[in-house]
């Protein structure tokens, strides 16, 4: 998962964002409105994790730009703020779920993935596509039902690809999804290369087919063609 942060509080911005790295996941942050501002209209993310009262203005605002931009980013509301009328505000506006402070993180990851599942696999933990069978939460992946071995970024690359079928990804998008916006210093994505040829031949080695396509002077296609 890609995640943004938006928490003031920085031993609990510090605590989620380590949390989640662990387990393998793309974590951004943004400790003031500003910066969390600037962040949304850039960069797209699978799930927005949101606090209302933030310096410099008020995460509501964060959601008016997501809605008005019709960005399809997951958003949790994460608040101190318990009355009703905040909860209502929040999710008429299209967040997707309200978590009060304070929480057990181990929650949150479920708020989380549930919000992710929801919006990208209909609800389901499990991901099937012709021959490919993926289990989202045990992060493994069948082919005709043999199992194949991925690293984390294969994964994610092919989840994110499968999320995606049938658009033209630039390289610049893959890069960003996988590495974080970190990954602007990059000169060239001769590592993309890399973990697409990775994919291909070990889906094709386990009897799989190629669904990976270049788009030439655009980026890559995920496609049954």
């Known amino acids: ?21 662990e387990a393998g996941n793309i974590c951004e942050t943004a400790a003031s409105y500003t910066t969390a501002l600037a962040k949304v209209e850039l960069y797209r993310y699978d799930c927005i994790l949101l606090d209302i009262t933030l310096p410099g ?3 509501i605002d964060i959601l008016k730009v997501l809605k008005n931009n019709n ?6 509301i994460i608040s101190a703020k318990n009355s009703l009328d905040d909860r209502l505000q929040g999710l008429d506006l299209g967040a997707d779920d ?17 919000i992710i599942r929801r919006k990208m696999f209909n609800g389901s933990n499990v991901l099937n596509f012709n021959e490919l069978s993926i289990d989202l939460m045990a992060k493994t992946v069948a082919v005709n039902g043999t199992p194949v071995k991925f690293t984390r970024k294969e994964f994610a690359l092919l989840i994110y690809f499968i999320s995606n079928k049938g658009k033209v990804i630039s390289k610049n998008a893959i890069a960003e999804h996988l590495w974080g916006d970190g990954i602007d210093m990059a000169n060239n994505f001769d590592f993309i290369y890399s ?9 094709m080695e386990a009897g799989g087919k190629d669904y990976i396509y270049a788009a030439y002077g655009m980026g890559y296609k995920f496609a049954d063609q």
């Open 57 to 59: 203005g008020n995460g």
């Open 1 to 21: 998962m890609k995640l943004l942060i938006i928490e003031d509080e920085e031993g609990l911005r510090e605590s989620i964002e380590e949390y989640f790295a």
């Open 71 to 76: 960005y399809t980013d997951g958003v949790l």
């Open 195 to 203: 973990h697409i040829k990775n994919i291909r031949k070990k889906i």
């Open 98 to 114: 309200y978590l009060v402070k304070p929480f057990h993180l181990s929650e949150l990851k479920a708020r989380v993935s549930a």
